[in-house]
């Protein structure tokens, strides 16, 4: 609560974080901002540049850690899963393209949030 957090805007504006502790209990905190954006990119530069902490997927920011250039500040707790759609044409039969498209979105999600069984 006491931090300038860095936030991602998706549609209406970030007022809390929900997060998740070692024992699986959901914490709803209300966050502050001197900073927004919509892209991943301002929000990474954001963070190395020491504006404030913020929520990235862990693929995101590994080498930074691991360099020592960004420190995690929560480290026991995680951030509650969130939803995503991927919406495609309304029918039984879907395009190979579609299918495809949404294969590699799903991998790449995966990717990112550190799950030791996706690919880049």
Do not use: Y
Request: charged fraction near 25%; charge should be positive; include cysteine.
């Amino acid at each position: 609560k006491q931090h300038s957090c860095l936030l991602a805007v998706r549609g209406r504006r970030e007022a809390r974080w929900d997060l998740v502790d070692s024992r699986g209990e959901t914490h709803e905190v209300e966050v502050a901002s001197r900073f927004e954006s919509d892209t991943t990119e301002m929000l990474m530069s954001a963070l190395r540049a020491g504006i404030g902490i913020g929520i990235r997927p862990l693929r995101e920011v590994l080498d930074a850690v691991n360099a020592g250039q960004l420190v995690r500040v929560l480290p026991t707790m995680t951030v509650a899963p969130m939803e995503i759609s991927l919406v495609a044409p309304a029918g039984r039969l879907r395009s190979a393209h579609v299918r495809a498209v949404a294969g590699l979105v799903t991998q790449r999600l995966r990717w990112l949030a550190g799950d030791p069984r996706a690919r880049a």
